[in-house]
């Protein structure tokens, strides 16, 4: 689980972020980097929509989202801030296909 410092709280942040971020599309997932000039732990966001399924299957495409952030959480450099978007797929993909895709973009982009 990502602790309250390690999450995006505002839309005004998210908005940002999608603006703003470098972009890594995969096929499950689209990543958004944005380094920011503050201090501070890197912040993550999710965006889960209906397309994806219903609030059962969003709910779980978005815990799996977070695992696999909680897990790459010390590869990511402080200050940034990363709005994962989950594609309609994401419903049928599996927990290490999702690993994957992420940690791919994450190792792209914020390092």
Do not use: W
């Amino acid at each position: 689980m990502l602790a309250r410092p390690n999450r995006l709280t505002r839309g005004t942040e998210y908005k940002a972020v999608v603006r703003r971020g470098r972009r890594c599309a995969g096929a499950h997932t689209i990543t958004y980097v944005n380094r920011v000039e503050t201090e501070g732990p890197a912040r993550f966001g999710f965006i889960v929509s209906r397309q994806v399924g219903g609030a059962v299957v969003r709910n779980t495409v978005r815990r799996r989202l977070k695992a696999v952030c909680a897990e790459s959480l010390p590869a990511v450099a402080d200050g940034s801030d990363v709005v994962i978007r989950a594609l309609p797929s994401a419903a049928t993909a599996s927990f290490a296909d999702l690993r994957d895709e992420v940690s791919r973009c994450l190792a792209r982009r914020a390092a």
